[in-house]
């Protein structure tokens, strides 16, 4: 005779399988690449600095 089988551990076990392989699937479509992490940080830090400078001392 077989064990018996918890059908709630199989599919638990299933929906994390599939959740894991969405969110792989979104991180190669959506992520980004370090460089482009630095490129945005370096761009964001620009224009923050451009617009302290331009601020009238009151």
Known sequence: MNTPLNLNK???ERGRTSRR???DEN?????QTKAQKEAL???AE???RKLDGHKKET
């Open 10 to 12: 199989i599919r638990k």
């Open 41 to 43: 940080k370096a761009r």
């Open 21 to 23: 392989a969405r969110a």
């Open 27 to 31: 991180a190669v479509q959506f992520g």
């Open 46 to 48: 620009l224009i923050s």
